[in-house]
């Protein structure tokens, strides 16, 4: 045998060898898998079926014991494994380690979700649990998006299987109506009133159809029965009708309030007085006024019922009657508080009764949620108001004692907003400084400094409460620093914070009660940014993008960004949006609650990944949908803004409190704030224009602070203020100065570079006859225009428009071919109220209501707009509300698609308008940018008038650009390409013919 021989037969030895020792270990691996797997299933019975044997430690290192041996092996029983993290949640959960126990519920729920044998009411069960322990410690967010959401989803879902009620349907029904209930109490705390709303219209009929569905189920003596599911069913339905029958109260429908009470004592009949006592403390908590016969009447029923609750044996189970018994003395509490408030309001009358409901929570061995601190908040209010600091000092500690049981972040924020008070009245600056920290370290917020960065803020989350609190300490300190000028505290990061805990909660449709305390947070930003000399430009920064995010006009009311994203085709990104929002939202709960153990690295680089992903997601939506911005308030990166800003340009953004307007100037790396006007002499100046008082003159409203500040700049975009209707470009800007409108810092757009010119006109004809000279200024009502006709033959010559005139200019023309087009010219009448949006219409060809298109129909167009001239009167104006700013005909259009709008300001005249107009599109053809043209246009107006009085603002001024100025890419003509292909063929001949000559004459 040859040596090469030898080694191979070696070597295939080995081999064999090799793979029959892996085979000997693989089987060893597989014994010791199945033994570890054994002794991990001892260790969970131990702890579960034989407890009682052990103590709470034991337990403890049991389950632990358990926990490390799953971890070590590879191959799972996944049955097993779900079991044991499920009771290892549960067990942390009761030990009050919540954190780790959410931790270990998710960990369940995603083995559940990936087991082929999955138990769904198991599942149920552990989302209940998620939102139970996340509600118990705060995070409001979590339990909604992670616990009762699903929750509900699915056993909604599971219900849908099931023809009539049965015991196992019951118990879906159980899991159903507990995450409704959780729903509504979530939404009461965030202080979502859209989503309340949203909540009664949905839980309303299911209430209904329960009621007839489960008796008929109690009804049926053939279906077997389970008393512990019926007393559950009973318990929840009543919990339902509860809060359907609060709402009604709250909003003073008393009949709906009646109907669905009488409902809630119906299924609570083992405790019927209970039912009445919380009935009472209802009343107490409704908005509507008692007189103070109501009021004594309904504490005396409050104590009746208790009392018989109390004297009642016939509870079968002792607990139950005991639980019972001390919750009404809870509730009892809260109403007897409630009572002093109503009855006594702030006086010295109610302190008495305060106390007393302080005792009846101490005499209430109840759970830890039961607590006095309504009763006592009332007292420090009471006694923060006599300035009496022992009595405060006294309350405050009281205050202290039961919040360490609760341990809720929100009440410690209050406690902390009564103590820095105290401080700052009584104590030492020293004092205050460190309450202030320790308020804004709550807040995840390291420091009390006016140098902290957006971004820290940009991760706050709070409630109402919160909010109040902030201001009522940024009040304390300017009165502090009135009494200490050598000592002054800075203020201006209390109103940073209260501005991000109002983001972090306000929602899409704010309360009245939200809008004022949005306006009161902006107003003192400007006060305060303008007064203090000292801010530098980062401070700025930071006071205009609060404001931005305070007050940025979105469209809430009329739409929503489902429905843009409906007509963009992209519905499918709405889903990943919400995902998105929600989690960062749960990723700030996670950083703002410190009464959980939290890995803090972990939760910022989740919530730096989720802001990423949501950013890139924006800009995505954004490029299909260029109005996104006018649904979502997106987030803005100031220095980068500033930075792309061009050296030509300025912003000047429009901001007022209650009597003064200043402005924000923006240019190319720099920000500064300056006084303008007065609001009256504002209105004054913008009334004269609109009313064409001859004795008024235009003048410019900007100071010169503002003037200076801007000098040198070409291009000015102004952002009116969302509390006024805007005025004349003109009197806002120098004569050298062109200038134009935006909505919103985020709305500076750039047009569609790649788009060919399609315009479309439209121009109806009106039968009603001008009777005399006055007649023929404006264009309002159904007179006829004789001088649109010359405008927009004038276009359709230079553009070679699509003209829909007369009968053509129909409304159903206008929706059938506006979207096929890229720039729309509309010359008709309008109609506006700016006491009511919905009657805003532009009237085409017809004479009926249905013949002309409301404002709320424009808002549902898909125009793709290089741009929409509305050549018709106060299409510009219209009702200004508090939170969307001008809603005017402009508005809808930009919504639609238009990437910038030609409007009017008031009641245009018909010729005026007309040679305004011809002169606007000359300028446009030639190239030049649209606020540039309309400028020529008006100019030239000016110029070529002869008589006086006509250059009056009212004939000129009233026409604005807003959004994108861009010039617009006219296609070139098929002629000129012709001329081109004439040219070239001709010099190819001449090169031909002179190459032909030098053959024949060649040189010598």
């Given amino acids: ?100 126990s959410l931790s270990q519920l998710e960990k369940v729920i995603l083995l559940q979700k990936s087991y082929s044998q999955t ?85 309303e009929p299911f209430f209904i159809s329960q009621i007839e569905s489960v008796s008929n189920y ?62 009472c403390l209802r009343k107490f908590r409704s908005k509507q006024k008692l007189d103070e016969k109501e009021i004594d009447s309904m504490y005396r029923q409050a104590l009746f019922h208790n009392n018989l609750v109390q004297k009642n044996s016939n509870f079968k189970e002792i607990e139950k009657k005991h639980y019972i018994e001390n919750k009404c003395l809870g509730i009892l509490s809260e109403i007897t508080s409630r009572y002093a408030y109503r009855k006594f309001g702030d006086s010295k009358e109610a302190v008495a ?45 009281q205050f202290f004692v039961y919040n360490e049981k609760i341990s809720q972040i929100s009440q410690d924020r209050i406690l902390l907003g009564y103590e820095i008070r105290y401080a700052l009245n009584y104590g030492t600056k020293k004092e205050a400084d460190r309450g202030l920290k320790e308020l804004f370290k709550s807040y995840n917020i390291n420091g009390y400094d006016i140098n902290t960065s957006r971004d820290a803020y ?9 909010v109040s609190d902030c201001l009522k300490i940024a009040h304390t300190i300017k009165r502090y620093n009135e009494q200490n000028p050598e000592h002054t505290i800075e203020v201006l990061p209390l109103y940073f914070l209260a501005s991000a805990i109002l983001k972090s909660y306000i929602g899409n449709q704010p309360s009245d009660q939200d809008i004022e305390v949005q306006n009161e947070i902006k107003e003192n930003l400007l006060r305060l940014a303008y007064t203090n000399n000292k801010l530098t430009k980062d401070h700025l920064k930071m006071v205009l993008l609060s404001i931005q995010e305070l007050q940025q006009p979105l469209l809430h009311k009329k739409l929503s960004i489902n429905d843009l994203l409906k007509k963009h085709d992209i519905s499918h990104l709405g889903i990943t949006l919400e995902y998105l929002k929600n989690q960062i939202q749960i990723d700030l709960e996670r950083l703002n609650n410190k009464t959980l153990d939290s890995d803090t690295d972990f939760w910022e680089s989740q919530y730096a990944l ?67 006007a007065s609001k009256k002499d504002y209105e004054n100046i913008l009334k004269h224009s609109r009313n064409s008082d001859f004795n008024f003159k235009k003048q410019n409203l900007l100071s010169e602070t503002v003037t200076s500040k801007t000098n040198g700049k070409n291009f000015i975009k102004i952002i009116p203020d969302i509390a006024l209707n805007p005025m004349p470009v003109e009197y806002l800007v120098s004569p050298e100065q062109v200038g134009s409108y935006i909505t919103s810092i985020n709305a500076v757009s750039k047009h569609n570079e790649n788009q060919t010119l399609k315009a479309i006109v439209f121009r109806p004809d009106y039968n009603e006859k001008r009777n005399h000279i006055a007649e ?67 009237l085409f060809q017809g004479d009926k209501d249905e013949d002309y298109l409301k404002l709320n129909e424009i808002y549902n167009l898909n125009l793709d707009s290089e741009l929409v001239t509305l050549s018709a009167c106060n299409t510009a104006y219209g009702k200004v509300d508090p939170i969307e700013g001008t809603l005017s005909l402009s508005r809808a259009f930009q919504y639609a698609g238009a990437r910038s709008t030609l409007t009017s300001l008031w009641r245009v005249p018909d010729r005026e308008t007309s040679i305004i107009m011809k002169s606007f599109y000359t300028y446009l053809k030639d190239g030049d940018r649209k606020d540039l043209a309309l400028k020529k246009a008006k100019q030239d107006y000016l110029e070529n008038q002869v008589e006086e009085d006509l250059k009056h603002p009212y004939y000129w001024a009233g026409f604005i650009i807003t959004g994108d100025t861009s010039p617009i890419n006219f296609p070139t003509p098929w002629y000129y390409y012709l001329a081109i292909g004439l040219i070239i063929v001709m010099v190819l001949v001449l090169i031909s013919l002179s190459r032909k000559r030098n053959k024949t004459n060649p040189t010598t």
């Avoid at 940009?458 to 919160?466: A, D, E, F, L, T």
């Fill in 1 to 100: 045998m040859k040596l090469s021989q030898l080694i191979l037969i070696t070597f295939i030895f080995i081999l064999i060898s090799s793979c029959e020792k892996k085979e000997v270990e693989k089987e060893l691996l597989k014994t010791e898998v199945s033994q570890e797997l054994e002794k991990a299933k001892k260790l969970y019975k131990e702890t579960t079926i034989d407890f009682t044997k052990y103590s709470n430690k034991q337990i403890r290192q049991k389950l632990d014991s358990a926990l490390s041996i799953t971890n070590s092996i590879k191959k799972h029983d996944t049955a097993f494994l779900i079991r044991l993290y499920r009771y290892d949640a549960q067990f942390k959960g009761l030990n009050l380690k919540m954190d780790e």
């Fill in 353 to 397: 009764w305060y106390k007393k409901a302080i005792k009846l929570v101490d005499d209430a061995q109840t759970d830890q949620q039961t607590h006095p601190l309504f009763s006592i908040n009332k007292l420090l209010m009471y006694y923060e108001k006599q300035e009496d600091p022992e009595k405060l000092r006294f309350y405050l500690d």
């Fill in 218 to 279: 109690k009804k049926n003596s053939s279906t077997p029965k389970n008393a512990y599911y019926d007393f559950e069913i009973n318990y929840y339905l009543s919990n339902l009708a509860f809060k359907l029958s609060e709402y009604y109260f709250i909003n003073n429908q008393q009949d709906k309030a009646i109907f669905y009470n009488n409902h809630f004592k119906a299924f609570y009949h083992p405790v019927d007085n209970y039912a009445n006592l919380v009935y």
């Fill in 119 to 203: 138990d769904t009411l198991k599942l149920l069960s552990d989302y209940h649990f998620i939102s139970r322990y996340s509600l118990d410690n705060s995070l409001l967010r979590k339990a909604l998006y992670e616990g009762v959401r699903p929750q509900k989803d699915l056993a909604s879902k599971q219900l849908e299987s099931f023809s009539e009620v049965n015991e196992q349907s019951i118990q879906y029904l159980q899991y159903l109506l507990n995450a409704m209930s959780s729903e509504y109490s979530i939404y009461q705390e965030l202080g979502d009133f859209a989503a309340i709303e949203k909540w009664i219209a949905e839980a």
């Fill in 458 to 466: 940009s991760k706050v989350n709070g409630i109402p409460q919160n």
């Fill in 776 to 842: 023929t200024l404006v264009r309002s009502g159904r007179l006829e225009l004789p001088y649109a006709k010359e405008e927009t033959s004038h276009i359709n010559k230079i553009f070679n428009s699509r003209n829909m005139e007369a009968a053509n200019a129909t409304k159903q023309n206008f929706l059938n071919e506006a979207p096929n087009y890229n720039m729309h010219h509309l010359a008709m009448h309008a109609v506006v109220n700016p006491e009511n949006d919905n009657e805003g219409k532009l």
């Fill in 610 to 676: 989720h802001q990423r992903e949501l950013q890139n997601l924006v800009d995505s939506i954004s490029v299909k949908a260029p109005n996104f911005h006018m649904v979502q308030n997106t987030d803005l990166d100031m220095d980068s803004f500033l930075k792309d800003m061009d050296q030509s340009d300025a912003i000047i953004k429009l901001d007022s409190d209650e009597k003064d307007i200043y402005a924000f100037v923006l240019t190319k790396n720099n920000i500064d704030i300056c006084y303008v």
